[in-house]
Nanobody, 118 residues
Framework: QVQLVESGGGLVQAGGSLRLSCAAS????????AAWFRRAPGAEREFVAG????????NYADSVKGRFTISRDIAKNTFYLQMNSLNPEDTAVYYC???????????WGQGTQVTVSS
């Protein structure tokens, strides 16, 4: 059974940085895609950034381009979201997810709170 464990959320001032981690286990991820989503209070869940587990292709929501970077460490079965220049609009619960490449995100982490104070 695939399991995802997130870490790295917290409280940060506007302009600061955080790095989220998502450790994956229980699967062979070579043909998977990985992503970060977020849900702000009162809002729908939205896609933030995605990466193919094998290869370097990434994509980002327009709202985070140039500020957030998604990456993965294949040897550790872990992927990351480096978040820089954070602003209060980035406050949300962040979820990591993985799924078969080009199909769907089938597995989700428990979520980690990111709060950016002004």
């Amino acid at each position: 059974q695939v399991q995802l464990v997130e870490s790295g959320g917290g409280l940060v001032q506007a302009g600061g940085s955080l790095r989220l981690s998502c450790a994956a286990s229980g699967g062979a991820f070579r043909r998977y895609m990985a992503a970060w989503f977020r849900r702000a209070p009162g809002a729908e869940r939205e896609f933030v950034a995605g990466i193919a587990w094998s290869g370097d292709k990434t994509n980002y929501a327009d709202s985070v381009k140039g500020r957030f970077t998604i990456s993965r460490d294949i040897a550790k079965n872990t992927f990351y979201l480096q978040m820089n220049s954070l602003n209060p609009e980035d406050t949300a619960v962040y979820y990591c997810a993985v799924g078969r490449l080009g199909v769907s995100y089938d597995y989700w982490g428990q979520g980690t709170q990111v709060t950016v104070s002004s």
